[in-house]
């Protein structure tokens, strides 16, 4: 019998196909859940949130906010404990503004829902992360 | 003057941080910069053709090219390596994804350095972006791109060097991110803008004819 007519492969085939999609799906699911995309309707109820947030101010155009991305991405994944947030500057201009930013990229990291403490411009994982766990307790 | 247009498909601003490419970091500083917009689903040979033609193109495969595009024509230039078709486009032509990157890189660089004294010259690297698609070790490919841009951009004037898109998101080889990067000695009119893959060609063409 040939492979392409075997009924029991061809179930196997799809079985590990069903399965494959679904951990892609899954692994879709985690990254979109990993920073929370913030614009004026969730900003504030995601601060209220979370007692430890981090915020990165971002745009399209800003190459340092790009290189930035990832580290954000690394951290999230490392500090589920933290509420990880990035908002289009350009699209929500008047958070960006609440906050005073000027330049871009700015993390802003807040404390029971103030602002604490920021970076601006892309910087290694490191002065993040001692900002982070600082602000921790760590 | 040697005038260089450079494609290298997947090159993304969101591994510098880890890879450290020492060239591309210091290009990062010194030269001006943006962010190149390209929404999923992006293949390789309509990007290309967006930025060639001057136009927005719609998403298409390979295909045979009958006509130069009217950036090659306009400015004269070189073709070498444009994965417009398949085999590639110009002067050197490969069979899509069949060399390694090393092997593309070496053919190109060769390509661009003998050409250069003729005229302006376009040319395109697709073996990075066939290379993460396929799972490759993403570092090492980037300290190759690195040492062939150190080579390249020390022999000319003037250059762009742009990515069409991002990197690969999966084997799919029609979906990567949305960003690619433009680094060049061409000031854009609007910085803080994103570039728009007609644009790369449209500055091009400035760039050579003034």
Redesign the interface.
């Given at each position: 019998m040939s492979v392409e007519n075997d009924p029991e492969l061809e179930a196997l085939i799809r079985k590990k196909i069903k399965q494959m999609m679904k951990q892609?799906k899954d692994m879709e699911k985690e990254q979109r859940e990993l920073i929370a995309h913030l614009d004026s309707s969730n900003f504030d109820e995601f601060l209220k949130k979370n007692k430890v947030a981090v915020v990165d101010f971002w745009a399209?155009?800003?190459?340092p906010c790009?290189?930035?991305?990832?580290?954000i991405e690394e951290l999230a994944r490392d500090y589920p404990q933290v509420g990880f947030g990035k908002l289009n500057s350009d699209e929500n201009q008047s958070i960006a503004g609440r906050y005073g930013v000027m330049s871009l990229p700015t993390v802003i990291f807040f404390k029971d829902g103030e602002p604490v403490d920021e970076v601006i411009g892309?910087v290694?994982?490191e002065e993040l992360e001692i900002r982070l766990k600082s602000l921790l307790g760590e | 003057m040697k005038a260089l247009l450079l494609g290298v498909d997947g090159l993304s601003y969101s591994s510098f941080m880890k890879c450290n490419p020492r060239f591309l970091l210091t290009l990062f500083s010194s030269t001006f910069r943006g962010v190149v917009v390209n929404r999923r689903p992006q293949h390789p040979a309509s990007s290309w053709m967006s930025v060639l033609e001057m136009k927005e193109v719609p998403l298409s495969g390979f295909t045979t090219i009958s006509v130069k595009p009217s950036l090659v024509q306009e400015t004269g230039s070189i073709p070498i390596n444009l994965p417009i078709s398949n085999p590639t486009y110009g002067e050197i032509s490969l069979k899509y994804g069949e060399l390694t990157l090393q092997e593309e890189i070496n053919k190109v660089t060769e390509g661009i350095l003998s050409s250069l004294d003729d005229g302006p010259v376009i040319a395109g690297v697709s073996g990075l972006d066939v290379l993460l698609h396929r799972g490759g070790d993403k570092c090492q490919a980037y300290s190759a791109v690195d040492t062939m841009l150190r080579k390249l951009v020390n022999a000319v004037d003037e250059f762009i060097l742009f990515s069409p898109f991002g990197e690969p998101k999966s084997g799919n080889e029609e979906d990567h991110e949305d960003y690619g990067i433009y680094l060049g000695t061409v000031q854009r009119p609007a910085e803080h803008d994103t570039v728009k893959l007609p644009e790369i060609g449209y500055l091009f063409l400035k760039l050579i004819k003034g």
């Amino acid at each position: 019998m040939s492979v392409e007519n075997d009924p029991e492969l061809e179930a196997l085939i799809r079985k590990k196909i069903k399965q494959m999609m679904k951990q892609g799906k899954d692994m879709e699911k985690e990254q979109r859940e990993l920073i929370a995309h913030l614009d004026s309707s969730n900003f504030d109820e995601f601060l209220k949130k979370n007692k430890v947030a981090v915020v990165d101010f971002w745009a399209e155009w800003c190459a340092p906010c790009l290189i930035l991305a990832p580290v954000i991405e690394e951290l999230a994944r490392d500090y589920p404990q933290v509420g990880f947030g990035k908002l289009n500057s350009d699209e929500n201009q008047s958070i960006a503004g609440r906050y005073g930013v000027m330049s871009l990229p700015t993390v802003i990291f807040f404390k029971d829902g103030e602002p604490v403490d920021e970076v601006i411009g892309a910087v290694p994982r490191e002065e993040l992360e001692i900002r982070l766990k600082s602000l921790l307790g760590e | 003057m040697k005038a260089l247009l450079l494609g290298v498909d997947g090159l993304s601003y969101s591994s510098f941080m880890k890879c450290n490419p020492r060239f591309l970091l210091t290009l990062f500083s010194s030269t001006f910069r943006g962010v190149v917009v390209n929404r999923r689903p992006q293949h390789p040979a309509s990007s290309w053709m967006s930025v060639l033609e001057m136009k927005e193109v719609p998403l298409s495969g390979f295909t045979t090219i009958s006509v130069k595009p009217s950036l090659v024509q306009e400015t004269g230039s070189i073709p070498i390596n444009l994965p417009i078709s398949n085999p590639t486009y110009g002067e050197i032509s490969l069979k899509y994804g069949e060399l390694t990157l090393q092997e593309e890189i070496n053919k190109v660089t060769e390509g661009i350095l003998s050409s250069l004294d003729d005229g302006p010259v376009i040319a395109g690297v697709s073996g990075l972006d066939v290379l993460l698609h396929r799972g490759g070790d993403k570092c090492q490919a980037y300290s190759a791109v690195d040492t062939m841009l150190r080579k390249l951009v020390n022999a000319v004037d003037e250059f762009i060097l742009f990515s069409p898109f991002g990197e690969p998101k999966s084997g799919n080889e029609e979906d990567h991110e949305d960003y690619g990067i433009y680094l060049g000695t061409v000031q854009r009119p609007a910085e803080h803008d994103t570039v728009k893959l007609p644009e790369i060609g449209y500055l091009f063409l400035k760039l050579i004819k003034g």
